[in-house]
């Protein structure tokens, strides 16, 4: 399981309500029911789907960019998004509509200000391509580069509490990654909640 899903699963309370949003196969729904916790995937791609549905994980089909308004506000204990905000249209809004329907969120998404993206920029003048990102610039699904940074400034805006940031690294930074995560730092981890 990638490590980021581990770190997310250490945050859930047994027995919670969780809506996981764009959840691919239902790895971390899957884990999660062993934990005694309930709920739903959302998902837009069949296959994906179908690999949700023989895992045994409640999922439904939706396209997130229109929004979570087939769910009550409070609806879910946590509301995750896990290496997909920055695919999303209106990150910002659908950050909102986390915050709507969930009391808590979970979000983590590829860190863009990493020092080998700004490295491969700076001297091939071309958008880096790596195992964290496989995708040339003209094919990608990502539309919102961000950083640490970024996202902590976003949240600020919209009055979103940040309880807790974790940081996953490659290789041997892990030392550095707590002091400049910004640089180092290769996925970042967030639970959220409203002010």
Not at 21 to 26: F, I, K, Q, W, Y
Request: neutral net charge; charged residues 25%; proline residues 4%.
């Amino acid at each position: 399981m990638r490590s980021d899903l581990d770190i997310i699963s250490t945050w859930i309370k047994p027995d919670s309500r969780v809506l996981d949003l764009a959840c691919g196969d239902g790895e971390l729904l899957e884990k999660l029911q062993q934990h005694n916790i309930s709920g739903y995937g959302l998902e837009i791609d069949p296959e994906q789907i179908s690999r949700c549905i023989a895992k045994g994980v409640n999922v439904v089909e939706q396209n997130l960019d229109r929004g979570l308004g087939n769910f009550a506000d409070n609806s879910f204990d946590t509301v995750i998004m896990t290496q997909a905000l920055q695919t999303m249209r209106f990150p910002h809004l659908v950050l909102q509509e986390m915050l709507r329907v969930g009391r808590d969120c979970i979000v983590t998404f590829p860190n863009f200000g990493h020092w080998r993206a700004r490295w491969h920029l700076a001297f091939s003048g071309r958008m880096p391509v790596s195992d964290l990102l496989p995708y040339q610039w003209y094919d990608t699904p990502n539309i919102h580069f961000c950083t640490f940074k970024d996202f902590e400034v976003l949240c600020r805006e919209l009055g979103i509490e940040i309880i807790e940031r974790r940081v996953t690294t490659q290789g041997s930074a892990n030392a550095l990654k707590q002091k400049l995560p910004n640089l180092f730092g290769v996925t970042a981890i967030y639970h959220l909640r409203k002010r």
